[in-house]
């Protein structure tokens, strides 16, 4: 059975940071490469970051130079860095691992920049 479990979501002041986790299982982890998603009720889902299994990398132009995505390895976790955090950030994360047309979502995480 597969696993998508974010966590480390929550209110944050503007110009603030947060770190948002995605364990996933090992059977996905090592082979699909893994993103960040984020929707809000005005906007569709977006991709805010991708990782793949080697360590590419790829972001959206709205979080280049503020968001890093990283990944463990050794504990089947992706996570996303999001420095500078601004009000329109504000959203429900989702982590996702897509490999062709197999993709499995987490269930989501909010996070609310406001003062």
């Known amino acids: 059975q597969v696993h998508i479990v974010e966590s480390g979501g929550g209110l944050v002041q503007p110009g603030g940071s947060l770190r948002l986790s995605c364990a996933a299982s090992?059977?996905?982890?090592?082979?699909?490469?893994m993103g960040w998603y984020r929707q809000t009720p005005e906007k569709q889902r977006e991709l805010v970051a991708s990782?793949?299994?080697?360590?590419?990398?790829n972001y959206a132009d709205f979080v280049k130079g503020r968001f890093t995505i990283s990944r463990d390895n050794a504990k089947n976790t992706v996570y996303l860095q999001m420095n500078s955090l601004k009000p329109e950030d504000t959203a429900v994360y989702y982590c996702?691992?897509?490999?062709?047309?197999?993709?499995?979502w987490g269930q989501g995480i909010p996070v609310t920049v406001s003062s």
């Open positions: 996702n691992a897509l490999l062709g047309i197999v993709s499995y």
């Open positions: 090992a059977s996905i982890f090592n082979i699909y490469p």
């Open positions: 990782i793949t299994s080697s360590g590419d990398t």
